[in-house]
């Protein structure tokens, strides 16, 4: 595998020097400043292809190039945005960049509720409290019918919550879960009114749209851009939903090796294929996700590695790379074994030494990263000496 590293571009805090230092070969970045259903001008991907290779590095995957909301939910101007999309992604392949990742969940990406939850260890760890979850649904955005979807003792959790829960309680969560884990992957929600507001305002246009509705968009999506994937061969790769299940009465349809085997099949083709995100499907206990690795490696373009613990209750936590429930090593030894060289980067990190008080996006702290790049780096030696020993 090709060791990459996330970066957001110029103003990240983690600079392309630092990344070059600790070994990092390839970048893989956006666009940021460019809203989803822009297009990507030939000239703009060029700019930022040579700033990256004057600092020693490639770009070798694009993360990501978002898809907008209404070719989601197959707004009036589907069309025309997916002509746009088609132009940026044949402007990335006039460039030479042929990796370019996406997702395709409703409104929201990522869910999380803590950023900086404390591990007995002292480090920060990213977590997901499935009662404070259900208390943000149904006591904050206030959904209609919200209770129906948790189980019974966690609704009366959220009762006791909401009768203790301060003002601050309240903003943090609002804050974690729309503002500071959105806001630095799609744009932050501009205008003026309050967060919720438009959240709920972006959620509207999904109501009566189904999880079978949601997949026939998908399909509709990849029909259209792949002829010219095919045509520069560049290898689309969805990222799986995090966490993997519907959230907030949104569908979602990249959860289990079931989703997978569909969207690989509605359109089947090697350019349309999946970012193995690791750490995503292991926050769903339904995922065996060494033997969705070995199924999906052929069709697989990128890899993110890292490994939730399940907690009780629905709890999880994002683990350090050698203690989650899956075994990274065995990853490792499943896409080495693939042999195409699949750009990799370690996804997220702990908030460790000091990250906490420089502001890099969550998730995406500086020594966190490098410790768990390192981690693979030692798995990735020990499994090319592997193969190299089986061969003699
Ligand atoms: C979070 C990321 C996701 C991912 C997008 C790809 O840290 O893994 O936001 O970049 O879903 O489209």
Redesign the pocket.
């Known amino acids: 595998m090709e060791k990459t590293w996330r970066w957001f571009g110029p103003s990240d805090k983690v600079t392309l020097e630092m990344m070059r230092q600790i070994g990092v070969e390839g970048v893989v970045t956006a666009l940021h400043r460019l809203s989803p259903g822009e297009l990507w001008t030939e000239a703009a991907i060029r700019a930022m292809k040579e700033r990256i290779e004057a600092a020693g590095l490639r770009w070798s995957v694009v993360?990501?190039l978002?898809v907008s909301e209404e070719i989601k939910y197959a707004g009036p101007r589907r069309d025309a945005l997916i002509d746009t999309y088609i132009r940026s992604l044949e402007n990335l392949g006039r460039c030479g960049i042929h990796t370019v990742?996406?997702?395709f969940?409703p409104v929201i990406?990522?869910v999380r509720t803590d950023l900086e939850r404390p591990m007995p260890d002292g480090s920060l760890s990213l977590y997901f409290d499935y009662v404070r979850f259900a208390w943000f649904d149904i006591k904050i955005l206030g959904r209609e019918g919200a209770e129906r979807d948790f189980p019974p003792e966690v609704v009366e959790k959220v009762e006791a919550l909401d009768r203790v829960a301060t003002d601050a309680d309240r903003s943090q969560i609002v804050d974690t879960i729309i503002t500071k884990t959105q806001g630095f992957?799609n744009g932050p929600l501009g205008g003026d009114g309050s967060p919720v507001e438009k959240f709920r305002a972006l959620m509207a246009p999904y109501a009566g749209v189904s999880k079978a509705q949601l997949r026939e968009n998908l399909r509709y999506f990849l029909e259209a851009v792949l002829p010219v994937c095919r045509e520069w061969d560049i290898r689309l790769c969805i990222?799986p939903d995090?966490p993997p299940m519907p959230v907030f009465g949104l569908p979602r349809i990249v959860c289990d090796a079931d989703d997978i085997r569909w969207l690989l099949s509605a359109v089947d083709d090697f350019h349309n294929g999946l970012?193995f995100?690791a750490g995503?499907l292991s926050a769903g206990a339904h995922n065996d996700v060494e033997a969705m690795a070995r199924e999906f490696a052929p069709r697989t373009h990128f890899v993110?590695l890292r490994s939730c613990n399940l907690l009780p209750g629905g709890d999880f936590v994002e683990a350090p790379h050698t203690a989650g429930r899956v075994n990274l090593v065995e990853l490792v030894r499943i896409f080495e074994r693939e042999g195409r060289e699949l750009p990799m980067r370690v996804?997220?990190g702990k908030t460790i030494l000091g990250d906490e008080a420089v502001g890099y996006n969550p998730?995406y702290g500086f020594h966190g990263r490098m410790l768990a790049l390192g981690q693979v780096e030692g798995m990735m030696a020990a499994v090319r000496d592997e193969i190299k020993r089986s061969k003699i």
């Open positions: 993360e990501s978002p990742c996406y997702n969940m990406d990522w992957i990222h995090d970012t995100c995503s993110h996804d997220h998730g």
